[in-house]
């Protein structure tokens, strides 16, 4: 499913760091993100603009309702983007891989780790920065009453909030999609109990079918996809392994179409929106109840089932990077190679895919090509602020 909205929308401005703008639509005030850009930076902004004389537009991909996309969403609502003569289009999709099928038809994109992997390997796609930390959704889910439950935390080495002990896993039936993020997480928490995959009884299965069958009584723990983590039937549940448990390094990514990148006018644009997004998303880090009506008005475009508990919810699960941040991070260098750690965690999921068979053999080679990485733009909106 693919929707497409061009915004055109943009609420009136008002001056100062943090001034309130009325949205009609919601019947609330909210604060405006602030721009930390420099007072030179926004009159060489205006001069661009007014050089080019018309407004650039960025097509913008994401998955629907991911929560790294919210910056952008809430930029755009607050006319940001018009300021600095963008016009956004968005464009959303129920998969990163699927999102990628339509790599040739977007600009911009904020995808997971599997949209990254397939970005790369099978497109020529540049990996701009990473969004934010992407674990809460990559949890196993069990009865309270169940086995693994009861067995209480404490008992596995990867974690100390894993649920269950070695036999209890070994007794159960684990319900899961198969080659995924899911599957890796599940790999790892087992190594914890000194397990492997081939010890305990797993049902691969589409990830889409995981919850119905497990409500219609098969299985005794679940692998839960997406916004479903957020239904009351399955904050009901015990998350008895949740991704952060497990530390694997799970991020969300910015990338960019290799062609925009080459075109001049769009590089400008995308230079722009990259320091509008991450100026937003510390926006959003440090008023989480003031992003909140945003949230909500995002979930309703897309038709998405909402209340606030959910939205609250959304924007506190994951750790939203900060331009000085992300820039420190992207020069942790990695002992395992010359390249930095996040690229490193990367790695490691591409290699589980390919014992899966997911990938070829030689996927992390080609993920690692320089090509497919540019930290140069975020790099350069840091430097000129420091």
């Known amino acids: 499913m693919k929707k497409t909205l061009c915004f055109t929308i943009i ?5 100062g760091i943090l001034s309130g703008c009325s949205n009609s639509d919601r019947g609330s005030t909210v604060a405006k993100p602030a721009s930390t850009a420099t007072t030179n930076e926004k009159d060489n902004n205006q001069e661009t603009l007014a050089a080019n004389q018309k407004e650039i537009k960025l097509v913008v991909s994401t998955i629907d309702g991911a929560s ?15 300021e600095a003569g963008i016009t956004l289009e968005y464009v959303g999709f129920d998969g990163g891989p699927i999102q990628m099928e339509a790599y040739e038809s977007w600009d911009l994109g904020v995808t997971g780790i599997g949209g990254v992997i397939s970005c790369t390997i099978g497109h020529d796609g540049v990996v701009l920065g990473v969004c934010n930390t992407d674990n809460a959704t990559q949890n196993f889910w069990a009865s309270p009453d169940s086995a693994i439950a009861q067995a209480g935390k404490g008992n596995n080495t990867a974690g100390e909030t894993i649920y269950g002990d070695a036999e209890t896993w070994k007794s159960a ?12 997480v599940l790999l790892k928490t087992m ?20 919850l119905t069958s497990y409500f219609s009584g098969e299985g005794d723990a679940v692998a839960i996809y997406g916004a479903k983590t957020y239904s009351k039937e399955v904050q009901a ?11 694997l390094g799970l991020y969300s990514y910015m990338v960019a179409n290799n062609s925009s990148l080459k075109n001049e006018e769009k590089l400008t644009a995308i230079k722009k929106a990259v320091e509008i997004y991450y100026d937003t998303a510390e926006w959003i880090a ?31 699960a994951e750790r939203r990077f900060k331009l000085n941040e992300l820039v420190e991070e992207l020069f942790i260098p990695s002992e395992e190679g010359d390249y930095n750690m996040l690229q490193q965690y990367t790695v490691n999921i591409i290699k ?10 030689s ?10 990485f540019n930290f140069d733009i975020v790099k350069e909106i840091y430097d000129k602020r420091k």
């Open 11 to 15: 609420f009136t401005l008002l001056c």
């Open 68 to 82: 790294y996309y919210l910056p952008f969403w809430i930029a755009d609502q607050n006319g940001l983007f018009k």
């Open 173 to 184: 039936k684990i319900l899961s999609g198969y080659g995924d993020v899911k599957h890796y």
């Open 191 to 210: 190594e914890g109990f000194g397990l492997t995959i081939e010890d305990i009884n797993v049902l691969w299965m589409d990830p889409s079918a995981c």
């Open 237 to 247: 549940l015990t998350k008895v392994i949740g991704g952060a448990d497990v530390d």
């Open 286 to 316: 440090d008023n989480t109840e003031e992003a909140e009506p945003f949230q909500k008005a995002y979930y309703e475009f897309l038709g998405l089932q909402y209340t606030k508990e959910l939205g609250m919810n959304v924007l506190t």
């Open 352 to 361: 589980f895919y390919e014992s899966c068979e997911v990938y070829e053999k």
């Open 363 to 372: 996927s992390a080679e080609k993920f690692l090509q320089p090509e497919h």
